[in-house]
Each structure stands twice: as structure tokens, then as C-alpha cells.
């Protein structure tokens, strides 16, 4: 058996984090119930909202970065504005929304973590 990637090799391919196997997604960012190679269920990790969240803020600071760079070195009409952002935009956060949710995934099923649950 070959060796399983990096968590980030991993994750920018989409591997399987049992067999390395590029079947975690379905879609662009929806994960496929099971992996079609080995069989791993994956509805049994709960990645919940917390890549969305950071991808929020870190594009969000992206794109205003970039926008307000763009209008102090060029200062180019509003309408290029509108043209370049909201592209830039999506496709940081489909790109970004894809690794970020393979790599909690990932470090779910390495790590062994489970949900927390009281002593009776």
C-alpha cells in the first residue's frame, strides 16, 4: 500500500483519507457519501460551519485588500470594479471553501476526534 499524502496534498486533491483515493467530493464542494474505493462513510465527520467562516474573513480581507490597492495604483472607473471582484470573489471562495472543508475532513478521521460526550 502506498503511502497517504500530506494533509494539504490531500486535501487539494481530495483524497479519501483512508486509501488516498480523489473520491471525497461529488460536487465542487459537496462531499460524496462514501468513498467509491474503499468504502470510508463520509457522514460520519461533521465539518459544520467553521471553513466557511474562516474563508469569510480571510477573502473578505483579500478582496478589499485588493480592491482598495487597485483604486489608490490605478484608480480605474467603479464598472471594472464590478467587473473583476465579484469573480475574484467566487472563485477564492469555491476554491478555498473545497480545501478547507477536505482538510477538517481529513484531520477529523486522522486525529480520531468525535463528538464530545458526558459520562452517565
Request: glycine share 12%; proline share 7%.
Amino acid at each position: 500500500m502506498s503511502s497517504l499524502p500530506t494533509l494539504a496534498g490531500a486535501a487539494l486533491k481530495g483524497a479519501c483519507p483512508q486509501c488516498g483515493a480523489t473520491t471525497l467530493f461529488d460536487g465542487i464542494i459537496s462531499f460524496a457519501p462514501k468513498c467509491r474505493a474503499c468504502g470510508l462513510d463520509f457522514t460520519e465527520f461533521n465539518v459544520g460551519d467553521g471553513p466557511a467562516a474562516f474563508l469569510t474573513l480571510i477573502v473578505g480581507a483579500l478582496v478589499v485588500l485588493g480592491a482598495v490597492t487597485l483604486e489608490l495604483e490605478a484608480g480605474p472607473p467603479f464598472w471594472v470594479h464590478l467587473l473583476i471582484w465579484p469573480a475574484v470573489t467566487l472563485g477564492l471562495v469555491l476554491g478555498g471553501l473545497r480545501v478547507a472543508k477536505a482538510a477538517l475532513l481529513i484531520s477529523e478521521y486522522r486525529n480520531a476526534a468525535r463528538e464530545g460526550k458526558l459520562k452517565p
